[in-house]
């Protein structure tokens, strides 16, 4: 069966998941989460991609970006963060061969709906997992930063987050609200499989936008909109 065509449109956010082969562990210590981070901080600017936000686990990462200009910045940029870590693991362990599980997913986000949800699936990863039990207690995504728990504010604005207030401190009220309120299950479901397909995350008559722009058809899983 052949690999699922990804599909990258300038100016919308991209939810990206990339594991490690064979779910072996990408991050071992805190110099490894460190290390990444600051590659992706490095080299979003150069290829001029946003990262509305971020999650690294132990054996995958998410992140929600935006290519600005170009579609296949997402590509460039992940293949020069790939590279690296895998060059910096190879070496500290000794070993050849590879870090990662193939190509990283990618599903393009529906903007108006959907793209808070996905924020909200990608900063909620810890939680899931079971290793804290609020978002704000995990070191390594963007959580703390976007409600200005922390200085380190290098993610960039986003579309949504930025109409939850008139203020800054509005703003990061309304998204804490939002994270703590109780997931359906059908949008975490959607969110997921929509990633591990390479499908849009929204709906049909999203499906009919991006084929319009791009003369592609790329099916949406599910329909509608997630619960506000």
């Known amino acids: 069966m052949g690999r699922s065509p990804r599909l ?9 998941v990339q594991r490690g082969h ?5 991050f071992v210590d805190d110099a490894d989460y460190s290390f990444y981070l600051d590659n992706l901080i490095e080299w979003k600017t150069h290829y001029d991609v946003g990262v509305y936000a971020y999650c690294l686990m132990t054996n995958h990462v998410h992140l929600i970006l935006v290519p600005r200009n170009q579609g296949d910045s997402i590509s460039r940029l992940m293949r020069r ?13 000794e070993r050849i ?10 599903s393009v986000i529906d903007t108006d709906n959907y793209l808070l949800a996905c924020l909200r699936y990608v900063e909620l990863n810890p939680v899931r997992a079971g290793i804290v039990n609020q978002p704000e ?6 959580y703390p930063q976007r409600v200005g728990m922390c200085n380190n504010t290098w993610i960039d604005k986003d579309p949504v987050t930025e109409l939850l207030g ?18 359906p299950g059908a949008e975490t479901k959607l969110i997921r499989k929509a990633a591990a397909r390479n499908q849009l995350t929204g709906s049909g008559r999203f499906a009919d936008e991006i084929e319009r722009r791009t003369g592609i058809r790329v099916e949406s899983r599910g329909r509608g909109r997630p619960r506000k």
Request: glycine residues 6%.
């Open 8 to 16: 990258f449109v300038p100016g919308l956010a991209h939810h990206i």
């Open 22 to 26: 064979n779910r072996n562990a990408v």
């Open 81 to 93: 963060l790939s590279a690296r870590q895998g060059r910096r693991v190879n070496r500290l362990e």
């Open 97 to 106: 061969g590879t870090l990662w599980s193939g190509r990283f997913k990618s």
């Open 137 to 142: 207690d995990y070191r390594w995504s963007s």
């Open 166 to 183: 008139n203020t800054t401190a509005a703003r990061c009220r309304a998204y804490t609200r939002f994270v703590r309120e109780i997931v």
